[in-house]
């Protein structure tokens, strides 16, 4: 499988480059991509999904990583809502994106990105379930400030992370200003793909003109939603930690409330604004995708159907199935036969079932 990229290049080296993205799959070392069969093709995407899934965020040396993504991976077309330390910039590539916030919706299309600054709550979903593919650049802005206070983070840095009302920044390349960010971006993109020697300083240099970039209209960003979307951010990202902790144990509500300090009708407010969703939805989700994940982890070796019922919290086995079958459109032993067993979804990791 071929995939195009919304990589612009203008002088010969990244020409290069450039045909070279057009014309082969993308992959961490593209060297010789001639001799790629759709299997290989499959294992690349396969380990680009893995590795975003697992934050695979690089290294403390290298906090920097770039993923090429194919929504059709995931069983419901989605990344499941997740946070992290690291700012996100995502460029998309073919198809319709999706991306959600705690407050919010975005739509994206091919000539368009979004900047998700740190620790902001996000999904991701497919609106063309055929095809939606896109580049996830992910960086933490130590690489560019370092770890102790300086001029540079006083000046640069604590603006954008103590500005409250920075949270998301659509780009669309018919902006001038969006697409000199997107250029930044792109190269980041193509110089990570190809590894040419010291890649590592040419992405600092790119990400230091995408940050000046950004920093330059920083007062001319949107007004933020009122104070309490945050506080309901908090709140939820506090209580799915604790789901997630607790999922196999029986959970009330009073005890997920409980873990964030609030009434139950509060903490159903929080959960409704924020993901669209009631505590114990979340909390049935969160489980049904845990069993997916024990099929899959040992799939020569499986488990009854009460068994794993019993194993990510639920007592009753004729709820488990019929939950099941109502996310996932399937009993667990057809999913188990049809979808695990049969090599379906062997080795995709969590972009091959719903993600809570």
Sequence with gaps: MSVSTVIKKTDTDTTAVHNTLESAPVSESMTDTSS??????????TTHSRRYEQNDFGTLDYPVNVFYLDLRKSYMNRIRWHWHEEMEILIIN????????DDTSYTLKPGQGIIINQNVMHSIYSLN???????????????LFGHKSSYLQTQFLLPIQSFRLFKILVLDETNAWHERIMDAVNDVIAVNMTKPFGYEISTKGYLCRFWSELISRLPQLEPAPPPHVSLDEQRVKQAMLYIRTHHAEPISLDEIADSVHISKSECCRCFARTLQMTPFEYLMKYRIFEATKKMMEHPDEP??????????GFNNTSYFNKLFKKFLGCTPTYYRTHRVLSGETSNKGPFSVPLP
Excluded: M, Q
């Design 36 to 45: 790629y069969s759709d299997a290989d093709t499959e294992e690349i995407l």
């Design 129 to 143: 379930k055929e095809n939606c593919t896109f580049y996830s650049v992910v960086f933490h802005p130590d690489f």
């Design 94 to 101: 073919n198809g319709i994106a999706e991306v959600s916030t």
């Design 303 to 312: 488990t009854s159907i009460a068994d794993l019922a019993l194993s990510v």
